[in-house]
């Protein structure tokens, strides 16, 4: 999945990535369609594209094993096991569609052509970029190094997930910070969702009030939605959690168990916590090859792929097009939007190919299953707008903390995923 669990995010280069002096490279295959990015927008889009008839699709994919991401809060939370979260590659790969075994190193969109980190040429008569969002460890000077160390983890990877696990079940007493980055970053909610149910796991112990707990949230409240706040805000009253808004993570020090907060304005007063667990979600990025290959707007720091929010086909070249966080739309990333995105891409890029003009969009839909404790979630769903959009109108009451939404976060997505959006069915 062309997720960057393992991936360093660096400034994206100024120029292509490509030498214009550089000796033309013939591709080595062309396919109809290549998607790039084996995760859930790719594989479910490819399986999408098939379902409506198309052949000759061709999905770029480096990793071996599949992950659902989703799954992470609870594994970090005790509330899942890791084995849960992985399916090899090859098992949901859709029939028909060949798998390129590589990673992206460029595009380039007038010869209509991705080079491969290995060197091969691959041609295209449609891209559609999937390729996940990358983590910027580096962004905070200190953090990567500190990530070695036994009492610093990120729950937004693999193995992190499993490390911040034991690290929140030892616990008995000290101070526990976890942080959310600001920017564009992928479910940034979910920063929180470890936090809330180790907090409901430290007070089933006796041990909660040993233990402060410090959150770091880049807005002015700590979800950003005003029927949302409200029921966080309860949460976080209800466990003595200390909230730090309208900040951000400014240095780790991994010796001295030292973090070191400020306004995320990047004036004003700092402040030092030290810490005996340290759960951080690091500022994101899209993958640099999207802005060296001339594929991002200009004056978009993030480097995302620079699409028409609606239709999901990029601006300046009908023939590319991108879903997911490495996007340039306007939605939380999240994969509850994806979903939505990919039967929209698969609608418009069969109209394409047919002649006709795309004619669906995209509504921004975005959906955050907040995990307040171990057995309750606020159901986040919501409109570009920021206003409640529900998928299921009869139940607008779901955002309130509840055990039905529990079991559908916890039990019944997993299964959708697997079963259902991943084989493009949904």
Same mark, same amino acid.
């Given at each position: ?24 490279? @013939? ?20 399986? #999408? *594209? ?5 052949? +000759? ?29 992985? =399916? ?19 595009? +380039?969109? =007038? ?57 929140? =079940? ?17 479910? !940034? ?13 430290? #007070?089933?112990?006796?041990? *909660? %009030?040993?233990?402060?707990? $410090? ?36 240095? $780790? ?15 004003? !007063? ?15 990025? !899209?993958? +640099? ?18 699409? +028409? ?18 996007? !340039? ?37 975005? /959906? ?20 409640? %959009? ?9 955002? @309130? ?10 039990? /019944? ?14």
């Amino acid at each position: 999945m062309a997720h960057p669990d393992e991936d360093q995010r660096h400034t994206p280069a100024a120029e292509p990535a490509v030498r214009q002096d550089a000796p033309e490279r @013939r591709p080595v295959s062309r396919h109809r369609i290549v998607i790039v990015g084996g995760g859930n927008g790719g594989v479910s889009a490819a399986a #999408r *594209l098939r379902r409506a008839g198309v052949t +000759d699709i061709a999905l770029i994919e480096p990793q071996s094993t599949h992950r659902y991401q989703p799954l992470f809060s609870h594994v970090a939370g005790g509330t899942a096991r890791a084995s849960e979260t992985t =399916r090899p590659q090859a098992a949901v790969m859709p029939a028909g569609v060949s798998w390129i075994r590589d990673a992206v190193a460029a595009v +380039d969109p =007038r010869a209509r052509t991705v080079t491969l980190s290995g060197g091969d040429v691959v041609g295209y008569e449609h891209l559609v970029l999937s390729p996940g969002i990358v983590k910027d460890w580096d962004a905070v000077p200190g953090l990567g190094e500190s990530l070695q160390t036994p009492h610093v983890a990120s729950h937004y990877v693999y193995d992190g997930a499993q490390k911040l696990s034991a690290l929140l =079940r030892d616990t008995r007493s000290g101070t526990v910070v976890f942080t959310q980055p600001p920017g564009p970053a992928s479910c !940034a909610g979910a920063s929180q969702k470890p936090m809330y149910q180790a907090c409901a796991h430290w #007070r089933a112990r006796g041990v *909660l %009030d040993d233990i402060r707990v $410090v959150l770091v949230v880049p807005e002015e409240t700590v979800f950003g939605l005003p029927h949302i706040d409200a029921e966080l805000d309860r949460i976080v009253a209800e466990y003595g959690i200390e909230l730090r808004t309208a900040s951000e993570l400014r240095r $780790v020090d991994g010796v001295s168990r030292e973090v070191v907060i400020g306004p995320r304005t990047g004036g004003g !007063a700092e402040e030092r916590i030290g810490y005996d667990v340290l759960n951080v979600v690091p500022p994101q990025s !899209a993958p +640099d090859w999207i802005a060296a290959s001339g594929l991002a707007a200009a004056d978009d720091p993030g480097g995302f792929a620079e699409v +028409d929010p609606g239709t999901l086909r990029h601006r300046r070249f009908e023939d590319i097009w991108a879903i997911g966080d490495a996007a !340039a739309t306007t939605n939380s990333k999240s994969g509850g939007a994806l979903r939505k995105q990919t039967y929209v891409l698969a609608k418009n890029l069969t109209a394409a190919l047919s002649g006709r003009t795309p004619a669906h969009r995209y509504d921004g839909y975005g /959906v955050c299953p907040m995990t307040v404790s171990r057995s309750s979630v606020v159901w986040a769903e919501f409109g570009p707008d920021g206003r409640p %959009d529900p998928t299921i109108p009869f139940l607008p009451g779901m955002f @309130r903390e509840n055990r039905l939404s529990w079991i559908a976060d916890r039990h /019944v997505l997993p299964w959708v995923y697997w079963n259902l959006i991943l084989p493009g069915r949904v």
